[in-house]
């Protein structure tokens, strides 16, 4: 390590000084029980990082001992079978709140992966209470199989995967558990995209480092609390990484480049923007490619969204171009700063890539098909010990599911954010499209009860019009979306993806049931008494 480089200080760390490298690809193992090709195997596992050729090595927690873990290329419509394996040790290197939901009486270690934004059957959508340790020698009590089976039904796009776990959510993440997984399908190879070295995934987070070049993270919040270790109401590092780099660049020819971005932060939003007000062009959100492409000058993006864009460098040789975070929340000089281009490769052939006029085809969910709309606030309490606790429906994680969806029913969600900050919403196993925001009274609605709007509906934002599996639920703002549960029934969840909120209970139970004619409803019964056949597919 440099004598004048301390990894606790932004300041002194410099910048651009990595070069950037795409995560390697998983690769398939053979076994006779699953088809050719078909079945991977992930090892969860300690190991040693650098994060800056100026730091020491770090400890983290990886898939297969990386960070990001190894990429998943999969295809549409292809069953992909995968083995997540947990080899972490028996104790965690991060502080652990044994108050949080069931953790006073699980293992101090548990693991289980959620692929993020995947339609999938619950047993292999990585619930939090599906948690297991080594060998399987302790599970959660929603533990069904060791193999998770993806039938990656569902439009190429950006997924990721990461852990999960009940009250653990925050600490395996910020240990370095997430991973890309990337869904192609035909459409995308007749579009012409850029490809191969020139598509490159960029997961962006925040992290905060001690002097010997340690994982930095509180173990207690900035007030006093009777609690220790205890949860905080969220953490912010102070330096930004991508890609398991801190500050990295990326040499790039004078062409265009394909980039699927990723805030795989706990608690920090980017505003992310090109220097010298150099724009770029929006194909794909969460779920996907968008109808036609949008010219863009900056996206926003909170924790667990993603973006598709291609950045054209053509005719910039020479040229050193920042990507930059303007995010009013958490500003400062360093946080500012994501990575650098430098376009000093040279142009290898000709770039027959193209920016399409047309992406995929527009298909829609309308209000007027909804069978059932739900108002859902978000709000503030306190828990038992005197800590802020958010929550979703004034419920906590553990009281009876409420959000009880009829299979193949459509739903309309206006989630009330009474809050004081925003929060992303995520939904497991949809995709759905964001209606409108609409500006409410908010001390009405929390002193009598009324939702009173007090301005018109505001359209979804020029970056956010395509498919979402998460959604910035706005303060003082009614967000209205509209999804379809399709194809599976049984346990799912959703959840804010500030993991210190998903793990301090701002997270709730969705049990989708078998029920062949949902009622065509005007507003959801706020307490579902219907069944709860969970029918296993």
Known sequence: MSQNVNPSNPATIPKFADELRKPPVLQPFEDDRYPKGSFYKIAMKESRHRFHKDFP???????N??????TIEAEKNKTMYIKYENKLPETHFLPVDYTLHSASDSPEVRSVV???GANVDWKSD????????QNYEKTGPLFRRKVHAYTNHQPGTTLWYHDHSMGLTRLNVYAGLAGFYLLRDSLEERLQLPKGRYEIPLMIQDRSFNEDGSLFYPDAPPFPVPVHPSITPGVLGNTIVVNGKVW?????????????IL?????????ISLSDEKTFYQIGTDGGFLNTPAELSSVELLPSERTDVIIDFTGMEGKEITLQNSDTEFLDEHTSVIMQFRVDLPLLGTDTSAIPDELAPAMELHEHHAHISRDLPLTVSTDEYGRPMLMLNDRMYHD?????PSFDSIEIWNLINVTQIPHPIHVHLVQFKIIERRPFNAERYENEGVLEFTGPAEEPRDYERGWKDTVKADVGMVTKIIMHFKEHTGNYIWHCHFLEHEDHDMMRPIRIIKDAHPVQLPHADEEDHSSDDTTDE
């Open 57 to 63: 090595r770090t400890r983290i927690w990886g898939y």
């Open 400 to 404: 009876p599911a409420t959000e009880k």
């Open 114 to 116: 959620h692929l993020h």
């Open 65 to 70: 001992g990386i960070s990001p873990g190894p």
């Open 126 to 133: 990585g619930h939090p209470e599906a948690w297991y340790t």
């Open 248 to 260: 990295p660049h990326l040499k790039v020819e004078p062409r265009k480049y394909r980039f699927r």
């Open 263 to 271: 805030n795989a932060s706990n608690r920090r939003g980017y505003v």
